[in-house]
């Protein structure tokens, strides 16, 4: 293992000349927001934040990220605008555009390096008005808290999350953000011991002292916000990911758990299985869409199983042209044309009398199985997955569970299946959702 982990951290540590080179760059985007946040009175100063200012950057992604702070007194109206025009005033030269988190920010690409710069209240420790506040909070205790070991394996941690497909927070991915890495090696002091941790992983484990109990599958303590759970922003899935990578990785130490890979086991027979919606929307914040995709995907599924159609997997997608993808991979996409409802004991009166007037008219035919149960065999309003979703999304978008802000966008849709796709992302979007990834499910 320390030969494999010797190897990742030349490659994850960054070259003296490129830090020296990202230092310059830092010393200039301070100097152009210096002199922006000097004509503002409501601004009290700037801080460099983010993982370049703890020391925990990859080469792969150097984003720099500087914090506006602004008064307490100010209006949250005028704080975004005042942050967006010092923003855009300070990037002018490098084509700045906004994003949008809780608030939005402005950001622009410099050459290779993504600057953002984030307007957030100049708070006292735990007196939080908007989320990004704690961030310079959170760069000062990792400054103070981490050696330069630790800053290391915290680069390594993070690329063994990005080259699973699991480090992110945001929620379009659901995983590990670069601050959760950086609290894990700040409890279990390297990357082995945080992959030894998590291979023993208990459901509702605490990790970190918590000011009260949370109720999700891991429990991960905000180290300056005891009432904060990072923990809840990490999907089922990629948790459960990270566990079984981990067990794996200890097992079997090897570089490919450090290489970026498609998924592996394919079936091509499985493509026919997916059903694909897809229809444009209006812009929005990233974090707007993807949440009101994944609620919609969910719904809908629920109301495929739920007319008798399985549904194995699922999964949502956004092209950079707006246009948005649902998708279901089904155990069958057909059904028989009729189905069979099991009904109470003939014995208990009541419920019998109720299932035999209710399901009478429906039934094909009606008898009593060997266990006593009152059973009826009905034709199925829908045999196709694409009849059923189709009507169901022309016919009543609010029963769907389609939310308020998706209505609009979702009223022109299309539907197609998996082996009918032409677009190179979405096609790869359905191979993940059809694959086994063998390094996660190793038993070597």
């Known amino acids: ?110 050459g290779d390096t993504k600057v953002n710069l984030v307007p957030c209240y100049a708070v006292e420790e735990g007196s939080w008005k908007s ?74 484990e605490v990790i970190g002292k918590a000011a009260k109990e949370f109720d999700s599958p891991i429990v991960i303590i905000d180290p300056i916000d005891a009432n904060r759970n990072l923990g809840a922003a990490i999907s089922t899935e990629n948790l459960g990911k990270l566990v079984l990578l981990s067990r794996a990785f200890l097992r079997k130490p090897s570089h490919l758990f450090f290489k970026p890979r498609k998924p592996n086991t394919f079936m091509k027979s499985s493509l026919r299985n997916v059903l694909v919606i897809s229809f444009r929307y209006k812009k929005r914040s990233p974090d707007v869409i993807w949440g009101q995709l994944k609620r919609a995907a969910a719904s809908i599924a629920t109301q495929i199983d739920q007319e008798g159609f399985t549904v194995l997997r699922k999964s949502a997608f956004v092209l950079r042209d707006n246009e948005a993808f649902l998708l279901f991979l089904l ?72 939310s308020v802000g998706l209505q609009e966008d979702i009223k022109e849709f299309k539907i197609t299946v998996g082996d009918r796709v032409k677009s190179k992302s979405i096609k790869e979007a359905i191979a993940e959702l059809v694959s086994t990834d063998e390094a996660i499910f190793s038993s070597n």
């Open 1 to 110: 293992m320390n030969h494999v982990l010797n190897q990742i951290k030349k490659k994850v540590v960054p070259a003296k000349s490129l830090q020296a080179r990202k230092d310059k760059l830092v010393s200039k985007v301070i100097d152009l927001v210096s002199r922006e946040t000097a004509e503002y009175s409501q601004v009290i100063g700037i801080e460099l934040g983010g993982s370049f200012a703890k020391g925990t950057w990859l080469p792969e992604r150097a984003d720099i990220d500087i914090f506006i702070k602004f008064r307490t007194d100010v209006s949250e109206k005028e704080f975004a605008e005042v942050g967006k025009k010092i923003g855009f005033a300070a990037l002018a030269d490098y084509m700045p555009y906004v994003r949008y988190a809780e608030h939005p920010f402005v950001e622009a690409q410099i």
């Open 131 to 204: 989320s990004a506040d704690r961030s310079p909070f959170h760069t000062r205790f990792m400054k103070q808290s981490l050696t330069d070991e630790m800053k290391d394996q915290v680069r390594i941690l993070k690329w063994f999350l990005k080259c699973n497909g699991i480090y992110g927070a945001e929620i379009a991915r659901q995983g590990f953000s670069g601050y959760v890495a950086e609290v894990l090696i700040l409890n279990f002091g390297t990357f082995e011991g945080v992959l030894k941790a998590m291979s023993h992983l208990k459901c509702g």
């Open 331 to 402: 155990q069958s996409p057909t059904l028989h044309d009729s189905k069979l409802r099991v009904g109470p004991d003939f014995f208990v009166s009541e419920y019998a009398d109720k299932f035999v007037m209710s399901n009478k008219k429906k039934s094909v035919m009606m008898w009593i199985n060997d266990d006593g149960k009152i059973c009826s065999l009905q034709k199925r309003p829908y045999t196709s997955v694409q009849s059923f979703v189709r009507d169901l999304l022309r016919k009543n978008l609010q029963s769907a569970g389609i």
